[in-house]
């Protein structure tokens, strides 16, 4: 029986770019149990932990899809590459303050700043669907990708808690910085499979949340 997600990798330059989107996303996990999980330990106090984690959570949430937005406009590289050069150095102020016990007012400070982080998953689905676009291959895709978001909660959560305990505090929130870094840099210098831009339509300039079916799907 043919295996239908082995035919989608034979499309120059998917192996490499779902490879390091994969690494990217990790930090989605990783990054707010993380933050709990370093601040608990060098503060002693979890309701600072996790009100750090929830200021960066949320803003994130936020910010992503305006990022998103962004991106669909002016282009992956163009907007990528200075969100998360911003939210990587940021993570790493985060750390070096939690070590240094800066104020608590840093801490927020750069929690807001790295939740300019862009977001990964839906920056793969865009090259997904530009590489079958109108084609039957993308359901595959997207259901790889569902798949891939499945395991990256799973591991990199538990990934970034263990490491906190086994080693120092910082070691979660270290690694999801590093692989920030090193996934986002390994995915956005595949230019060869990265999405045109493409001029907004005329009276394109409403949000998706606006629209029924999307509000159905959201309540649900």
């Known amino acids: 029986m043919r295996n239908p997600y082995v ?12 490879a390091a989107a994969f690494v990217a996303r990790l930090p989605i996990a990783m990054a707010p149990i993380g933050i709990v999980a370093m601040l608990s330990q060098t503060h002693g106090e979890y309701w600072l932990a996790g009100a750090v984690s929830a200021t960066y959570a949320l803003v994130n949430a936020f910010l992503s899809p305006q990022v998103s937005r962004l991106v669909d406009r002016r282009g992956q590289t163009a907007i990528a590459v200075p969100m998360t050069l911003v939210s990587v150095l940021a993570f790493a102020t985060l750390i070096i303050a939690a070590n240094r016990h800066w104020p608590a007012s840093t801490l ?8 300019a982080m862009p977001s990964i998953p839906a920056l ?49 929130m270290v690694v999801s910085t590093f692989l920030l870094a090193l996934g986002s840099a390994a995915f956005l210098l595949q230019r060869s499979t990265e999405p045109p831009v493409r001029p907004v339509e005329h009276g394109a300039t409403g949000t998706a949340i606006r629209l029924r079916p999307v509000q159905i799907i959201t309540f649900a």
Request: a negative charge.
């Open 108 to 115: 927020f400070g750069s929690a807001l700043l790295a939740a």
């Open 124 to 172: 793969v689905r865009a090259r997904w669907t530009e590489i079958f676009h109108d084609r039957p291959e993308l359901n595959t895709a997207f259901a790889f990708e569902s798949a891939a978001d499945e395991l990256v909660y799973v591991a990199g959560a538990s990934l970034s808690v263990g490491l906190s305990a086994a080693l120092f505090p910082e070691a979660g």
């Open 7 to 18: 035919d989608i990798f034979r499309a120059p330059g998917t192996k490499g770019f779902a």
